[in-house]
């Protein structure tokens, strides 16, 4: 097995011709020395990795080469049994999500909460229904001292207070 450093990458047809995979160039011993090998990443990994990360490289065979595993050089900021999925530019982390060992997952840090929409908004027209309800309510015929109970004065509109702008489509939940 190799060492190597990713110095760029491209789409291209694996060994037998048939699938679409990522292939690697990667120089190897020194500057002149610039393979192509072919990506093996995990299941369900659809990531590149960074121009500039480590990679090791096996030979499977006199002309077939494959890299089997990255190191890009962040620090890792998971614990054993956690996943930390990140795209990045340079070096640095751009965009993350974070599986964590307790069942939480995070999107980009921890600061703010995920809301199941629906039952949000179904619960905010009730609130809505009930607000209007009550601006509206008037009691005929009733006398208190010399006045009447009737319509608030002047009329109130009522409320046209809606959450739906809140909604992010690009995030599903469960």
């Not at 890792?76 to 060992?101: M, N, R």
């Not at 001292?145 to 809606?162: F, I, N, R, Y």
């Amino acid at each position: 097995m190799n060492t190597g450093i990713i110095t760029g990458y491209e789409i291209g047809k694996n060994k037998s011709g048939t699938k679409n995979v990522v292939l690697l160039q990667v120089r190897i011993s020194d500057q002149d020395d610039i393979q192509t090998v072919e990506l093996m990443n995990n299941a369900g990994d659809g990531s590149i990795p960074a121009i500039g990360s480590r990679v090791i490289i096996a030979e499977l065979g006199p002309a077939w080469k494959i890299g089997i595993a990255e190191s890009d050089g962040i620090d890792p900021e998971v614990e054993s049994g956690e996943g930390h999925y990140y795209s990045q530019d340079a070096g640095t982390i751009k965009a993350f999500i974070k599986l964590l060992k307790n069942g939480i997952l995070e999107l980009n840090g921890n600061n703010d909460f995920a809301v199941r929409f629906t039952a949000l908004e179904t619960g905010f027209n009730q609130l809505r229904g009930d607000f209007n309800a009550f601006l509206t309510h008037v009691h005929g015929g009733v006398s208190t001292g010399g006045g009447v109970s009737g319509p608030p004065t002047p009329p109130v509109a009522p409320s046209t207070a809606d959450i739906s702008g809140a909604k992010v489509e690009e995030v599903k939940i469960k």
